[in-house]
């Protein structure tokens, strides 16, 4: 856990630092993940810069290229990549891999990296959702020009394969958010009952989602979630203790606010 801890501390606090440098403010929120390279050739960081800018459209006001460490400064945002040559934690991709339901094998490919691309995005913490589009696009880029099997993000204990990730970054162009690269969703049975659960809406600012014993089939009860948060990232609808969300089938619910069963804090309750 330390070997990939401690460098990414060190690269989010140089990368805070430049940010506030360009806008002098220090209210800031830091988005970061990282790349997960198959051999130990580092990513060209000069023809990185340039793809992001031209192959992903995210426009740049300047570059720095400083030994293994690519620094790109937007209007709104710092973009910082490192190449690190060791692999991020095998125990914490490991565990990550065990929950990737959407990566059929990835408990096989995702252990077998042999180094990473350690990204953060700074910026303001009232544009979570415009950090998360320029992460994507950033780790988009990367695994367009690297020997890479897939893009890892702890703080939501996200971990995708390169091909469905660059997928959903192509989205953005038809402005169709990545919702399951930004956060994850996990569903259970917990006594013949349905139980689902997000992780890492508070990134977004809002509780996370949890349904607990429904009688519902684990795919209905994930879809309600999945609907959810995407209307609410997508429509810049915040989900809160009160707010009412509708089913396909135009079922209303009130969501409430209550400790969470499966999770630890507090959740948003979906009587599904």
Same mark, same amino acid.
């Given at each position: 856990?330390?070997?990939?801890?401690?460098?990414?501390?060190?690269?989010?606090?140089?990368?805070?630092?430049?940010?506030?440098?360009?806008?002098?403010?220090?209210?800031?929120?830091?988005?970061?993940?990282?790349?997960?390279?198959?051999?130990?050739?580092?990513?060209?960081?000069?023809?990185?810069a340039?793809?992001?800018?031209?192959?992903?459209?995210?426009?740049?006001? %300047?570059?720095?290229?400083?030994?293994?460490?690519?620094? #790109? /400064? !937007?209007?709104? @945002?710092?973009?910082? *990549?490192? +190449?690190?040559?060791?692999p991020?934690?095998?125990?914490?991709?490991?565990?990550?891999?065990?929950?990737?339901?959407?990566?059929?094998?990835?408990?096989d490919?995702?252990?077998?990296?042999?180094?990473?691309?350690?990204?953060?995005?700074?910026? %303001?913490?009232?544009?979570?959702?415009?950090?998360?589009? #320029? /992460? !994507?696009?950033? @780790?988009?880029?990367? *695994?367009? +020009?690297?020997?890479?099997?897939?893009?890892?993000?702890s703080?939501?204990?996200?971990?995708?394969?390169?091909s469905?990730?660059?997928?959903?970054?192509?989205?953005?162009?038809?402005?169709?958010?990545?919702?399951?690269?930004?956060?994850?969703?996990?569903?259970?049975?917990?006594?013949?009952?349905?139980c689902?659960? !997000?992780?890492?809406?508070?990134?977004?600012?809002?509780?996370?989602?949890?349904?607990?014993?429904?009688?519902?089939?684990?795919?209905e009860?994930h879809?309600?979630?999945?609907?959810?948060?995407?209307?609410?990232?997508q429509?810049?609808?915040?989900?809160?203790?009160?707010?009412?969300?509708?089913?396909?089938?135009?079922?209303?619910?009130?969501?409430?606010?209550?400790?969470?069963?499966?999770?630890?804090?507090?959740t948003?309750?979906?009587?599904?």
């Amino acid at each position: 856990m330390q070997i990939f801890r401690f460098p990414l501390f060190l690269l989010l606090c140089y990368s805070s630092l430049l940010h506030a440098q360009q806008t002098g403010t220090d209210d800031n929120k830091v988005v970061s993940g990282i790349v997960l390279l198959n051999a130990n050739t580092p990513v060209d960081l000069p023809q990185l810069a340039t793809a992001i800018e031209k192959d992903w459209k995210v426009r740049l006001d %300047s570059s720095k290229v400083n030994g293994k460490t690519l620094v #790109l /400064f !937007t209007t709104n @945002a710092t973009i910082m *990549l490192a +190449n690190l040559d060791y692999p991020a934690s095998p125990g914490e991709i490991r565990s990550a891999a065990e929950g990737a339901w959407m990566w059929p094998t990835a408990r096989d490919e995702a252990p077998r990296h042999q180094s990473q691309v350690v990204i953060s995005v700074i910026g %303001s913490t009232s544009k979570p959702v415009y950090l998360y589009q #320029l /992460f !994507t696009r950033a @780790a988009a880029a990367v *695994l367009d +020009n690297s020997n890479a099997c897939g893009v890892y993000m702890s703080t939501q204990l996200v971990l995708q394969s390169k091909s469905f990730f660059l997928q959903s970054a192509r989205n953005l162009d038809q402005l169709v958010l990545p919702v399951y690269c930004w956060v994850y969703f996990g569903m259970f049975q917990d006594g013949g009952a349905s139980c689902a659960y !997000t992780y890492g809406l508070t990134e977004f600012g809002m509780p996370d989602l949890e349904i607990v014993k429904s009688s519902h089939t684990l795919q209905e009860a994930h879809a309600v979630l999945y609907d959810a948060v995407k209307d609410a990232l997508q429509n810049k609808k915040p989900l809160e203790d009160g707010s009412v969300i509708e089913t396909l089938e135009g079922q209303k619910i009130t969501l409430e606010l209550s400790k969470s069963v499966y999770l630890s804090g507090e959740t948003l309750k979906v009587g599904y």
